[in-house]
């Protein structure tokens, strides 16, 4: 349901700035993941910091909502989806563009399309069916033989399990945990990704798990507390003051804040292509607006 505030009030006004000031957090990932993997540390590690330091502040909530545990499980195992799904995400932003591994991210209604469709028959809309084909479309080109090299492809073949964790995990919010408060379901499904990634961290390597300079703890602490445990709260206490449609309007800005962070720290220089695929994502993005939410936890239809 689409709030009923005035559109013009103080109130509203601050949230959407909220849902943008969150959105422009997500787009910093690849800042932190690229420059953590740079410095050696393993993807999945990386995945394993982005998530711990929600999964222990929101445990709390966790506990409070226990009496409810049949619906905090499910939240575990959509962590444990997503967890292990957005390591592929962060081992293609280590060789491929952020811009065209940020695209194929941004497919994730796609495939939360058709999951929800096959797994809980609901059916799309045509306004969405007709989304989904332009955010293929996008990914189609960026990726298309001799946009990446050869020897990238299977990394970004692999990036692809991010979109459908997340698409995953939106189909199930919506369809089995709106039962609990939303901080819970940021709580259980936090820890599920830190339980999903965890047989990975125990088995590597400590070298490529802790950072060796005070720059790179910086940079772990960027990352679980600048693109995940202060975004996600933002977004989850705003986007419900404002209604789906404007929160996907706001959150669309997500994507042309990894461009810009591609040429601004990465020295990556927007393509015709590239520039055609954010046009098609933003589209489809404003004219599928009802079950776009950004911040699994927020998700509430």
Not at 12 to 17: V, W
Not at 64 to 90: C, N, P
Not at 145 to 160: Q, R
Not at 190 to 196: D, K, P, R, T
């Amino acid at each position: 349901m689409e709030n009923s505030e005035p559109q013009n009030s103080p109130r509203i006004a601050l949230a959407t700035l909220g849902v943008v000031f969150a959105s422009i957090c997500f787009g910093f990932v690849p800042v932190f993941a690229r420059s953590l993997t740079d410095a050696g540390i393993a993807p999945h590690a990386v995945a394993f910091y982005r998530y711990l330091l929600a999964a222990l502040v929101f445990l709390p909530f966790v506990w409070r909502a226990r009496d409810q545990y049949k619906t905090l499980l499910w939240g575990l195992f959509v962590g444990i989806v997503m967890g292990l799904g957005w390591v592929g995400y962060v081992r293609a932003i280590e060789v491929v563009p952020v811009s065209t591994a940020g695209v194929l991210y941004m497919t994730y209604p796609a495939f939360t399309l058709v999951i929800s469709w096959l797994l809980f028959k609901d059916r799309p809309t045509r306004r969405g069916i007709i989304a989904a084909g332009m955010v293929v479309a996008a990914a189609a080109i960026v990726s298309r033989p001799g946009a990446i090299a050869p020897e990238h492809v299977p990394a970004l073949l692999l990036s692809l399990a991010a979109p459908i964790g997340f698409g995953f995990g939106i189909t199930f919010l919506v369809h089995r945990m709106t039962r609990v408060p939303a901080l819970a379901r940021i709580g259980s499904i936090s820890a599920g990704s830190i339980l999903g990634l965890l047989p990975l961290v125990l088995a590597t390597d400590p070298v490529a798990l802790f950072p060796a300079t005070e720059s790179g703890w910086l940079m772990v602490v960027g990352i679980g507390l600048g693109t995940a445990l202060f975004p996600q709260l933002l977004f989850t206490v705003c986007s419900p003051l404002i209604g789906t449609a404007r929160t996907a309007m706001a959150g669309s800005i997500e994507l042309p804040v990894m461009f810009a962070v591609g040429w601004m720290f990465f020295g990556e220089v927007l393509q015709g292509e590239q520039a055609i695929a954010l046009g098609l994502i933003l589209i489809a993005i404003l004219i599928t607006p009802g079950r776009r939410a950004r911040s699994i936890a927020a998700a509430s239809e």
